[in-house]
């Protein structure tokens, strides 16, 4: 699959410039153009789809070993402390470009970046809320 307009898809046809680290025969992986750290990477599917929930089965097996990968010669080259693995689905998650791509995010003790703030529910809240979750699945 491939969409015409996707920024993603143009430069999965090089038809926009990228600084890619990583290519093979399922994904590619470029820096990030306004990355959090230096070295932050996307890792793309050369193939359209909008996000995680389109992705076939197949297709997000195939690529876990490559998100290992990239990430191990992210980590390497910039010498991060550690790593965030994320993926933005849909625009209140974040997702900017409508083709599915996991963050690789260099982490750095000094880095001054803090994790989301936590919510502190009750155990019935906890209950109700998983009780909703299978309910709507079944």
Not at 52 to 69: C, E, R
Not at 91 to 120: C, E, L, M, T, Y
Request: hydrophobic residues 40%; proline residues 5%.
């Amino acid at each position: 699959m491939e969409n015409k307009d996707c920024l993603f898809c143009k430069i999965v046809r090089g038809e926009i410039p990228a600084e890619a680290i990583y290519r093979d025969n399922i994904c590619i992986a470029f820096l990030d153009i306004h990355p959090n750290n230096l070295g932050h990477t996307l890792i793309v599917p050369l193939e359209h789809y909008e996000n995680l929930y389109d992705l076939p089965d197949q297709l997000l097996s195939s690529i876990a070993p490559q998100i290992k990968k990239v990430t191990l010669m992210v980590k390497k080259g910039v010498s991060a402390d550690g790593i965030n693995i994320a993926m933005n689905n849909e625009k209140a998650a974040g997702q900017i470009v409508n083709h599915a791509h996991i963050h690789i995010i260099p982490r750095f003790n000094d880095d001054g970046f803090k994790h989301w703030s936590s919510k502190n529910p009750t155990s019935e809240e906890l209950q109700s809320i998983k009780e909703k979750i299978i309910e709507v699945n079944n």
